[in-house]
């Protein structure tokens, strides 16, 4: 960031003929930004951007997205490189830390997170208060805020060490849960975590592997799983990584904090989009339904949108769905899947890239388009897919509370308001309204 008295912006009050100069702050990479901290104090305004389409609400050295160009970068790296030369479990070092590891550093790292995946044995118990077809994130929201009440000795956020092992048994715990729930849901044994597996082999054995039989782990598929776990790991500051920072602003717990990033990640138009994509497929049922369901989602009297198309910050194409797309062919061939669903995919995908309303609002299939494929393909339940997600953004979410509670300055966030209720009225007796 700049010396903030380089640059000015200068705002002139109509009303008064009043002018302001607004100092303006330089990142490393993006747009400018006009720092309207003092605007208030200065000018006796607000300034009025609710879904935060102009605003940047902090600063971060973690995530750079140039959503016109179609670029992602963590840390300085491109995320198209790290989807293919790196790994996830790296990829949650250089997020945590700042840097690629050195293989020391890589090592220590993998037995510290290898080795806190298993979740306290009390939590088994936890489980048997849902019901067994609950929704899995709504299991998820639960399960983790729980964690505060079992991990007393790192709830400390002011002393680092505490922090960093809460990071640390986030990473590894998040997945241990997700697999419990999909199992708490399928009437199956919880599978406890395997210390000779990696990250992503561990995930899947947890999630597909039963007590009766060997669980025999297929690299490509575990492959794909990495990188669909690198692909999630981070998206700058979307709308569960502002909830997970807003709600740590207070400085609430890191488990309660990333519980607050899963309830928000659920929403159909943020990470629940993937599984709204099957169900969309299942809805249309066949190639010869699309015209129609492209004629609704063009109807600005109907509600429905075509899921995994569009996105709000790329405006170009998503860096992610291109590396998904090659992963999803590669699944898809090895697993020799015949799904109806996923030849309707595909057709959706090219009516949708060549039709004049999407071309022309620049619509093209998002990250959860292919991952929803993907992930079906593999054998999860569609009710999982917001979990995988969630399991993979942990790292991010962590990552950037992290970085927030480090900051000097950290102070509460407390967004303002344009009220536009009722002016002060007299207060009336029950028996003189109506
Ligand atoms: N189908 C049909 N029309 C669409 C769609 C869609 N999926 N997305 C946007 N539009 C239209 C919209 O109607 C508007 O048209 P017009 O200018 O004529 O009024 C225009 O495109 C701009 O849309 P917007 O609502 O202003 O865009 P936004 O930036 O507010 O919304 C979005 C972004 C992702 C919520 C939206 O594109 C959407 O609802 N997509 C489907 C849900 C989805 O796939 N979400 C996953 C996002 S990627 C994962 C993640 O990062 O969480």
New binding site residues.
């Given amino acids: 960031m700049t010396d903030a008295k380089n640059k000015t912006f200068t705002l002139t009050d109509d009303q008064t003929g009043k002018s302001y100069k607004l100092p303006v702050l330089d990142g490393a990479a993006g747009p400018s930004v006009i720092d309207v901290r003092k605007l208030y104090a200065e000018t006796g305004h607000f300034t009025f951007d609710p879904?935060f389409t102009s605003t940047a609400s902090c600063k971060s050295r973690l995530t750079f997205i140039d959503g016109d160009e179609g670029i992602l970068m963590h840390r300085g790296y491109d995320i198209a490189e790290l989807a293919t030369k790196s790994t996830h479990m790296e990829v949650c070092y250089l997020l945590l830390y700042g840097d690629l590891p050195t293989a020391t550093q890589l090592a220590e790292f993998t037995h510290n997170i290898t080795y806190h995946t298993m979740v306290h044995d009390q939590m088994n118990k936890f489980f048997q208060g849902f019901r067994r077809d609950a929704h899995p994130m709504a299991v998820m929201c639960g399960v983790t805020g729980a964690l505060s009440a079992f991990y007393h000795d790192s709830l400390d956020i002011r002393d680092p060490k505490q922090r960093e092992i809460s990071a640390h048994r986030l990473i590894a715990k998040i997945p241990t849960l997700a697999a419990m729930a999909m199992k708490y849901n399928m009437g199956q044994p919880f599978m406890y975590p395997r210390n000779d597996l990696t990250y992503p082999e561990n995930f899947l054995y947890m999630c597909f592997a039963v007590p009766a039989e060997a669980y025999k782990i297929n690299p490509v598929l575990a492959r794909a799983m990495d990188r669909i776990m690198i692909l999630h790991a981070d998206?700058e500051q979307?709308?569960s990584t502002s909830t997970v920072r807003l709600a740590g602003s207070s400085q609430a717990n890191p488990f309660a904090c990333i519980a607050a990033g899963i309830a928000s990640?659920w929403g159909?138009?943020?990470?629940g989009?993937n599984q709204?994509?099957l169900e969309m497929l299942d809805e249309i049922g066949s190639v010869e339904r699309i015209p129609e369901y492209i004629k609704k989602?063009?109807d600005?009297d109907d509600p429905f949108?075509?899921?995994?198309?569009?996105?709000?910050v790329y405006k170009n194409f998503?860096p992610r769905a291109q590396v998904l797309k090659q992963s999803c062919d590669e699944v898809l061939d090895e697993l020799g899947v015949r799904d109806p669903r996923l030849k309707l995919a595909r057709e959706l995908e090219r009516i949708a890239l060549e039709d004049p309303?999407?071309v022309e609002?620049k619509?093209f299939p998002?990250?959860?388009?292919y991952s929803g494929i993907i992930l079906k393909a593999m054998g999860f339940p569609v009710s999982m897919f917001t979990v995988l997600?969630a399991v993979s953004r942990t790292v991010g979410w962590i990552s950037q509370w992290k970085e927030m509670i480090e900051e000097p300055d950290l102070r509460i966030g407390r967004p303002r308001q344009l009220y536009t209720g009722a002016a002060k009225r007299p207060y009336v007796d029950i028996k003189k309204r109506g």
């Fill in positions: 879904s998206h979307n709308a990640l159909a138009s943020h990470g989009a709204e994509v989602a063009k600005k949108r075509l899921m995994g198309f569009g996105h709000r998503d309303y999407f609002r619509l998002n990250v959860d388009f997600f």
